[in-house]
Every structure is written in structure tokens, then in C-alpha cells.
């Protein structure tokens, strides 16, 4: 598993070099552009790029901002990095015990976090989010995905997650994203072993969100679509 600590402090050189990822994150921020005065979870912020994005897209909005990171260093990147920015609070927490009370945001974002979580505490998870958020609220989750869920042996899984890393790896590399591709492929033995990164498909995490209360979930896919990068949006059901 990775070091966060450590990594945070090449988190952002690195994964900025990847243009899919600059763009997933701009396609989550689209689904608040024109959302004024609202709450919002940052789940898993790391040095807090989605937080930033929706500032960016949201102006003079009013978003009030909870970034939530289990690493300290993560934390410490996105203290300093909005220090001077009275609407992002940052929080010690994870994805299994949100540090809010509950019904506290109208949005939660979450991304590159859920696939961390093993397959048992998905459920767990899942009613954690459902907790937290008001009745109503959405969810904006984008993250890595397969296309085969089975057992960890299965060579259809295992070949499906080789070829989206590989792709995405050769991608990163055609893109001048040295290191980003280094980092993608040093990460495929636990993609594959399910070793702190429990790849599975956007139709699980679908299920396992209508189970907690969400309706109207959609997916889309973030292009190169053939690397399993999506966005699973839906709301809370009300009342």
C-alpha cells in the first residue's frame, strides 16, 4: 500500500501530468457549477484538488467545504494550501466514520478514495455517506473501475485489470507523464491481488448505494473510456 505521507508531496506534480485526471476532476466540479450556499464533503481530498475545483467553478458562491483525509500529510498539504480560506475546513476521517453529524452536507465528493475500501466495508460506506448527507443531497463519485468482479484468480478479472493498467500506463506515457505512468503500474500487483486497492465494477457500487438510499444514480464514463474511469452521481432519497 502506499505511503500517503510520504506521497503527498509528489501527489500533485505527478498526477497533474495526466490529462484524464485533470479532466475527471472537471467533470465532477460541473455537477455543483451552479449550486450557491451549500455544504460540501470532500471525502478522501488528499491535497485537495476537488475542493480547489469547485472553488474555482463556484466564485463567489458560498460553498462552505469539509475536506476529510485518513494521512497526515495529505492533511498538512491542504491546510496550507487554504490557509486563507475561510469556507474549507479540514478533518481527520475516512470513508468508514465521517467526522459530521449527521445530514450535514448537500453534496459529498469523492474521488480516487472508494476503491480502497475492501469489499466487506463497502455496505459500511455507503451508509456512512448516506448518514452524513441531507435528504436530497448528491453524490458525485469518480474513481477506477473493471469491468469484471469475481474471484481475485479469475483470469477474465485479472486480464481485464492488466489491459486498463497497461492502457492507462502507456497512455501516461504518451502524454510525457513519466512518472504518472511509474506510479500506475507499481500500483498493478495490488489492483490485482486486491491488497488496499479493491478494484470492482460501477454496477457493485451502484447496488450497494441503492441498498444505502440513493436513487437516480447515472455513470459516465471519463474519456479514454476503455481505462474504467467513471463518475457515479445520484441523490439521496428524500424523506
Partial sequence: MAD???FSED???IFFENP???DTLERMAAHAAAARGVRVLDLGCGTGNVTATLLEKAGDAGLEI???????GMREKCLTRFAGEAAVKVREGDALGVPAVDLEFDYIFTNLTLHHVPPEQRAGCAGELARVLAPGGTLVYGDMFCDVDSDPRDPARVKDIVDKM????LFCLD???FDMMNVVLSSLPADVTGEGEYLTTSDVWKG???EAGFVDLEVQGV???EFGVKIITGRKAAG
Fill in 4 to 6: 500517503w505521507d510520504r
Fill in 11 to 13: 501527489y500533485d506534480r
Fill in 20 to 22: 484524464q485526471y485533470v
Fill in 66 to 72: 469539509v475536506a476529510v483525509d485518513p494521512s497526515a
Fill in 166 to 169: 497497461v492502457g492507462v500506463a
Fill in 175 to 177: 502524454q510525457g507523464a
Fill in 208 to 210: 450497494i448505494l441503492e
Fill in 223 to 225: 474519456p479514454p473510456v
